[in-house]
C-alpha cells in the first residue's frame, strides 16, 4: 500500500542499497582493496571481471585516448594492467557513471545526462581540490562519486512506497532535503552516510558525505566534508548541480579554510576539472 510518508528504517535503507546497479558495490570492494597497497592488479582484474557489464564498459572505455591506450585493449587484466594500480579508481569510477547516462532520477525531477554529469563532475573537481590542499585524491574523488547514492536509494524508496504525485516538487518543497524528512523521516545525505558505512567504506567517507552540506557549525571541523561542499559549488557554477541543492553551495572563505584550500586554489582546479570531465564524457560517449 503505498502512502503520503513513511518512516524509512535504517533495514529498508540497507535492502534497497543492495538493488542498485552492481557497479556500485564492485566500486565498494574496490574501494577496500585500493586502501591495502598489497592488493594484486590480478586480483583486481578478477573482481572487475565479476560484472560483466562493467567489464564491458572498462574495456571499451579503457581504449579511449582519455586513457592512453591505442586501441588494442581486449581484456579487463589488459586494461588494469595499462592504468596500473593509480588510475584503476578513476577508470571503474567513468566506467560506473557511464552507466548512470541512461538512468535518471524522476521523482527528483533529475535527467540521467544530469545525474552522469554531476557525478563524474563532483568526483573530478574533489580530486582537483584534494591535490591543491595535500589531502587523499583517491577518497576524495570516491566521496565526490558516490555523493549522489542517497538520491538513489530514496528515488526507489518513493517508487516502492509513496502515493502517485508525492515526489518532489520544486515549487512545495525549498530542497531535497526538506521533502525527503517530511516524506521518509532522513535525508539524502544520511541514507549515504549509511549505506557507506554498512559497505565498509572509510569512516571519514561516510561523515563526510553527512556533512557536506555545511549546516551545522561543527561540520567545518570535517575537511573532507567542506572540500566536497566546494567541489559542488564548482558543480553548481557550471551548471552541474542538482536543483534541490542549490542553496548549500556557496563558497564561502570559511570552508575554503576548512577544507585546506586557499582562492588562488580554484582556477588550476577549475582547469583541470573541465579537462578530466570533458576527456571522461568523450570516453563514454565513444
Known amino acids: 500500500m503505498f502512502a503520503d510518508r513513511i518512516d524509512l528504517a535504517p533495514k529498508t535503507i540497507v535492502q534497497i542499497a543492495r538493488l542498485l546497479p552492481a557497479d556500485l558495490g564492485v566500486l565498494a570492494r574496490l ?14 582484474a578478477t ?4 560484472d560483466v557489464a562493467l567489464a564491458a564498459r572498462i574495456v571499451r572505455i579503457s581504449n579511449s585516448a582519455t586513457f592512453g ?6 581484456s579487463v587484466e589488459d586494461a588494469v594492467n595499462r592504468v596500473g594500480f593509480t588510475e584503476i579508481l578513476r577508470l571503474v569510477g567513468t566506467a560506473t557513471a557511464a552507466r548512470f ?3 535518471g532520477l524522476e521523482n527528483y525531477g533529475i535527467t540521467a545526462r544530469r545525474l552522469r ?6 568526483a573530478f573537481a574533489s ?4 591535490r591543491a590542499s595535500g589531502a587523499d585524491a583517491r577518497v576524495a574523488y570516491t566521496a565526490g562519486l558516490l555523493r549522489p547514492i542517497g538520491l538513489m536509494i530514496l528515488n526507489q524508496a518513493a517508487r516502492d512506497y509513496l502515493a502517485p504525485g508525492r515526489h518532489f516538487i520544486p515549487a512545495e518543497w525549498p530542497s531535497y532535503s526538506a521533502w525527503e524528512l517530511h516524506s521518509f523521516g532522513v535525508d539524502h545525505c544520511e541514507v549515504a552516510a549509511m549505506v557507506l558505512d554498512e559497505w ?4 571519514e567517507l561516510g561523515q563526510a558525505i553527512r556533512s557536506h552540506a555545511m549546516s551545522r557549525p561543527e561540520d567545518l571541523a570535517r575537511p573532507l566534508a567542506a572540500l566536497l561542499n566546494v567541489a559542488n559549488g564548482l558543480a553548481h557554477r557550471v551548471s552541474r548541480s542538482f ?3 542549490v542553496h548549500w553551495w556557496e563558497i564561502t572563505k570559511d570552508r575554503l579554510l576548512a577544507a585546506g584550500l586557499t582562492e588562488q586554489d580554484f582556477e588550476p582546479a577549475i582547469v583541470g576539472t573541465e579537462a578530466a570531465f570533458e576527456a571522461a564524457i568523450a570516453a563514454t560517449s565513444g
Do not use: C, K
Request: without cysteine; glycine residues 12%.
Open 69 to 74: 591506450s591505442s586501441g588494442r585493449i581486449a
Open 117 to 122: 554529469d554531476n557525478i563524474l563532475y563532483g
Open 243 to 245: 536543483p534541490g541543492e
Open 127 to 130: 580530486e582537483a581540490l584534494a
Open 200 to 203: 565498509r567504506f572509510p569512516e
Open 101 to 103: 547516462a541512461h538512468l
Open 47 to 50: 573482481l572487475l571481471r565479476g
Open 31 to 44: 574501494g577496500t582493496m585500493l586502501q591495502d597497497v598489497n592488493s594484486e592488479l590480478s586480483a583486481i
